[in-house]
Nanobody, 130 residues
């Protein structure tokens, strides 16, 4: 089981950047695939990017390719940090960003289906102004 906590959200002007972090703590967090989703109030969860347990496979949504970059640090067996660098932000990137985890050791391809992720953080608000 893992506990997730996001940080780094805020208000930024269009064209700017933010860096979100998802800290996963608990039992062998390095064995979990991590996925960032985002949600606008009243709308469905949308994939941002998923990263496999060993960072070997990344899966970006088309809308963020070339602008967003994910990385993870599995150095600490009790705490892993997955960072989402968001550059060239657009107004349409405004949403609550949530990270989610799924136990998937040795799995090559991380799932992009939110229904496959049982562990979720509380979310962090990103607002991009014009």
């Amino acid at each position: 089981q893992v506990h997730l906590s996001e940080s780094g959200g805020g208000l930024v002007q269009a064209g700017g950047f933010l860096r979100l972090s998802c800290t996963a703590s608990g039992d062998s967090p390095s064995s979990y695939a991590i996925c960032w989703f985002r949600q606008v109030s009243g709308y469905e969860l949308l994939l941002v990017v998923a990263i496999s347990w060993n960072a070997g496979v990344l899966n970006y949504a088309d809308s963020v390719k070339g602008r967003f970059s994910i990385s993870r640090d599995n150095g600490d067996n009790a705490n892993n940090v997955v960072d989402l660098q968001m550059n060239s932000l657009k107004r349409e990137d405004t949403a609550i960003y949530l990270c989610a985890a799924r136990f998937a050791p040795n799995s090559a391809k991380p799932s992009t289906d939110p229904r496959q992720y049982p562990y979720w953080g509380q979310g962090t608000q990103v607002t991009v102004s014009s």
